[in-house]
């Protein structure tokens, strides 16, 4: 674990089972505004980590 970055299908590999997690907490939150903020910012946090700090390996 030297290296600091990772493939892309990786990082796919992460993200779309989160996504998909994420997305059922927030639609299950239909009456908690709060919540849904909440799970909303969580998400765009993983995609900026994901997407900007971890670098992509070829």
Known sequence: MTKRSM???????????????LAVGFAMMGNVPVGRAIVAA?????????????????
């Open 42 to 58: 969580v998400w765009v946090g993983h995609i900026v980590y994901f997407g900007f700090v971890v670098k992509s390996e070829r």
């Open 7 to 21: 493939t892309l299908r990786s990082k796919l590999t992460i993200l779309v089972p989160v996504t998909a997690l």
